[in-house]
């Protein structure tokens, strides 16, 4: 089951059986063909801003906001179940924002479409917590996936998660901390913290809404000249 969504809510988006169809009419947000770009990303957005991606995009709301707030930045929503990215296509479409596209491709396969140096920052917004031991692979800060972001993020750049699962958050400082990323900004309640500049999902109002914790954190590589010092 896609991150971001109740199995209700899935269930419903999984019977779209045109959202293929959609994505393909709207090329200019929807990329098609994306490995053609790797390497290249800056020549699609025709600037030479950084890159951010967020994996496993959702509905959208998060990207949309952050391109719209930081028009200096090149954002990318990464989401592999069609049923679910047209609903951030739709949110694309009426903002017509210059410096955000979606990707359709499963988030696993990064090295496809991107080089070394393509990207600066990940997003990794209430991911699956994949709680059964037996998943620890799957789970997107696995040691597996650390080494996937690195092979894609120019040095020195970081990893951005936020969950409301305090497993998945423990497991991600440790395998985080393990790896050798230098940890930075942590939140063991976000929205009673003096953090600014937080851009929610729809996942996350409704569940902060409720009354759960969030939980943030970001991760920096220490691959960059003065990394070791933060």
């Known amino acids: 089951m896609p991150k971001n969504i109740s199995w209700g809510v899935f269930m419903r988006l999984r019977n779209k059986p045109w ?6 009419k709207y090329p200019q947000f929807v990329v098609p063909d994306p490995e053609k770009w ?6 699609l957005f025709g600037n030479g801003n950084p890159l951010h991606i967020e994996i496993g995009t959702g509905k959208g709301r998060f990207i949309s906001e952050m391109a719209e707030q930081h028009p200096e930045i090149n954002f990318l929503g990464i989401e592999k179940q069609p049923s679910v990215i047209v609903s951030a296509l739709d949110k694309l479409i009426e903002k017509n924002r ?9 988030g696993a396969k990064l090295r496809e479409f991107f080089a070394k140096g ?5 997003y990794l917004n209430f991911s699956d917590p994949w709680p059964k031991k037996r998943h620890e692979k799957r789970r997107l800060t696995y040691r597996t996936f650390l080494q996937l972001y690195e092979d894609i993020l120019a040095d020195g750049g970081e990893i951005h998660l936020k969950t409301d699962n305090q497993g998945l958050f423990e497991y991600s400082l440790q395998s985080f901390s393990e790896y050798g990323l230098l940890l930075k900004n942590i939140s063991l309640d976000l929205h009673r913290s003096d953090f600014s500049g937080n851009v929610m999902t729809e996942y ?12 943030r954190c970001e991760a920096k590589y220490r691959n960059a000249p003065g990394a070791l010092q933060g």
């Not at 959202?19 to 393909?24: I, M, N, P, S, T």
């Not at 790797?38 to 020549?43: D, E, I, L, M």
């Not at 210059?98 to 499963?106: C, E, F, W, Y």
Request: net charge neutral; charged share 35%; aromatic share 8%.
């Open 118 to 122: 393509d990207v600066e920052r990940i």
């Open 38 to 43: 790797r390497g290249h990303w800056q020549a």
């Open 19 to 24: 959202a293929e169809e959609k994505l393909k």
């Open 98 to 106: 210059p410096n955000v596209k979606l990707l359709n491709v499963d």
């Open 204 to 215: 996350e109002e409704k569940f902060s809404a409720q009354g759960q914790r969030i939980y």
